[in-house]
């Protein structure tokens, strides 16, 4: 059996104070294990978002605990945990947050140079990432000069860089017409989902849900239900 | 350079918009500040002219003269009284005043008249053309060459004049370290004809130039010249009276002050606006750094880096900037005074740092506060 990557139980998450406090996440636990790829999706304001910043060390509970390969990482100290989030977690953002004004080499190797890598080691790194994801002759453009599935799959080249063993996808297919979007996460499960990652999606993208080895369905901050997907079928 | 400082400076220069703004506000500030200064700089330096050029150690005055120009004569006692102490090497009159000269065209020009002791010619000037003893021939003037030496008709040896119906010659042309502050040729001869050619008062001495035997007898012949009811002072003494005067008494310095502060407020309002626009464009792109794992005070080096290059860089285009046209201020208009001094480059750099500093907390603050939770949420 596959070992456990995330291990969340009972997390809560309120915003703001009273009488205007939200009860956004509400005593939610999950699992995912390695060599996984779990969606978590529900409505716009189901907290899924909220969820997955809790489970990859962005945000902090309320209450309750988030253990990564054992590890509580609410423990860490704040540099520890970016440390951690830096080494271990891949993440791949909505809007991609791309840096306009460096190279899309520059942009993939960002993580490596973070962890301190020479500049030169780092953007050949990234180059040789850049091929994995099919644009190693869009390497010195600017990402404004790439299509939105390109720039989504720079943005996946940055996350994957160094080798994180967790990837985190917030709504990969939310810019992207039908085809790209397939394509890109026939991708990510084809040549990223290894026996040694876990990847973690957040979606409400019904088109790609086939892909997902299992679905947990969040509504009004509680897991509504988790299903197996049609992979397993 | 740190790889993390290496993205801070291609996100910086990159951004070449951005970037030439930041570069226009801070050059254009430290220009302004330098030349505001240096204007200052130079117009005090005019003001102590005479006690630069003349170079006597110590002077004595009477207590109430503010500027060297603004002379209160002595009467003769005071020499006896001054060479009379123990510690004077030699005591020597100066004459400095103002006339009215009659050029050849029959115009009128104002004129500084600087009269040399007779016996010593203390504080001579350098002579470009003619010989110093010419100084003792009838009527003799030795003009000197500066930035005024054209309002005198460029006279050349041999030049006559007119002063108080007395027949001036140009018997030498020289030289001296400063111009005059109020735009008015200058003409050395004797003392004792500045005396005759001159109207007076009942006492005739503008000054007196004491060399003491050695600077422990400074304190010596000013305690004794204090106790005769008159004022010793220094050279450089004298010279930061006079800038006193000029920056306290006239209104002079509290202008330039606040052109200075102006500069500043300029300089800080186009950087500090145009830096914070520049962080606030990249928030999302600092948020999401820090989601990746950029720490805390990696995110404050690259601003800081950012904040200090602009600086460096603006700082070192202004100070050119303002070097240049000063330079070619001077080649054409001669009695531009403006001199660049350390100080005026340490005042300038100082308030870049200010400048710097305040732009990168409101930077930093800002890039701090975002939460990477905010990147997720878009």
């Known amino acids: 059996m596959a070992t456990t990557a995330i291990l969340a139980q009972g997390i809560n998450k309120w915003f703001g104070e009273e009488p205007v406090r939200t009860h956004a996440v509400k005593d939610v636990s999950f699992e995912a294990r390695f060599g996984e790829m779990v969606y978590v999706v529900g409505p716009s304001g189901s907290g899924k978002t909220t969820m997955l910043s809790m489970i990859s060390g962005i945000l902090r509970p309320s209450s309750g605990t988030v253990r990564i390969e054992g590890a509580d990482i609410w423990n860490l100290s704040s540099d520890a945990l970016a440390e951690f989030r830096l080494k271990r977690i891949g993440f791949v953002f909505q809007d991609y947050h791309l840096f306009p004004r460096l190279t899309t080499a520059e942009n993939v190797a960002i993580p490596l140079i973070l962890q301190h890598r020479e500049w030169n080691a780092a953007v050949e790194e990234a180059e040789r990432n850049l091929e994995i994801v099919g644009l190693k002759d869009r390497a010195q453009l600017p990402p404004v000069k790439l299509s939105g599935g390109e720039q989504q799959r720079v943005a996946i080249a940055r996350a994957i860089v160094s080798r994180p063993d967790i990837l985190i996808l917030d709504e990969p297919t939310a810019s992207l017409d039908g085809d790209t979007g397939r394509n890109i996460l026939h991708f990510v499960r084809e040549q990223l989902l290894t026996d040694k990652r876990c990847i973690v999606i957040v979606t409400h993208d019904a088109r790609i849900y086939e892909f997902a080895d299992r679905i947990m369905r969040m509504e009004d901050g509680r897991i509504a239900d988790v299903e197996r997907s049609q992979l397993d079928a | ?378």
């Open chain 2, 1 to 378: 350079m740190p790889g993390i400082l290496q993205i801070a400076y291609k996100l910086l220069i990159n951004d070449r918009a951005k970037f030439a703004a930041l570069l226009v506000g801070i050059t254009f500030a430290v220009f302004l500040m330098i030349e505001m200064t240096s204007l200052f700089a130079g117009i005090l330096n005019r003001s102590s002219s005479t006690v630069i050029n003349i170079g006597a150690s110590v002077w004595v005055m009477d207590p109430a003269v503010q500027t060297v120009a603004n002379t209160i004569p002595l009467p003769d006692y005071v020499l006896d009284e001054v060479r009379s102490v123990p510690g004077v090497k030699y005591a020597v009159p100066l004459y400095s005043g103002g006339a009215l000269l009659k050029l050849r065209d029959g115009t009128y020009q104002a004129a500084n008249v600087v009269g040399l002791d007779d016996t010593s010619l203390f504080g001579r000037p350098q002579m470009l053309a003619g010989n110093i003893k010419d100084i003792f021939a009838e009527n003799a003037f030795i003009a000197i060459k500066d930035a005024e030496f054209y309002k005198l008709e460029n006279p050349r040896i041999g030049t006559e004049f007119e002063l108080n119906d007395h027949r001036g010659v140009i018997v030498g042309i020289a030289r001296v370290a400063s111009s005059a502050l109020f735009g008015v040729p200058t003409l050395y001869t004797t003392y004792s004809r500045a005396l005759q050619y001159i109207p007076n008062s009942r006492f005739t001495m503008s000054y007196l130039l004491v060399e003491p035997k050695s600077p422990a007898d400074v304190a010596v012949i000013k305690a004794r010249v204090t106790a005769a009811g008159y004022l010793a002072l220094t050279r450089d003494e004298f010279v930061q009276k006079i800038s006193d005067f000029y920056m306290y008494k006239t209104g002079i310095g509290t202008n330039m002050m606040l052109m200075t502060l102006i500069s500043f407020i300029v300089g800080l309002s186009i950087s500090g606006q145009t830096f914070y626009t520049f962080i606030l464009e990249n928030i999302d792109k600092f948020g999401a750094l820090k989601a990746i794992g950029a720490k805390g005070q990696e995110l404050i080096a690259m601003i800081l880096f950012q904040a200090t290059f602009v600086a460096l860089t603006g700082y070192g285009l202004g100070v050119g900037l303002c070097a240049t046209l000063i330079w070619i201020a001077r080649s054409h208009l001669p009695d531009y005074a403006a001199m660049i001094t350390f100080a005026n480059l340490a005042t300038a750099f100082v308030m870049v740092v200010i400048i710097a500093a305040i732009s990168s907390y409101v930077g930093v603050r800002k890039v701090l506060r975002i939460e990477p939770f905010d990147i997720f949420r878009g």
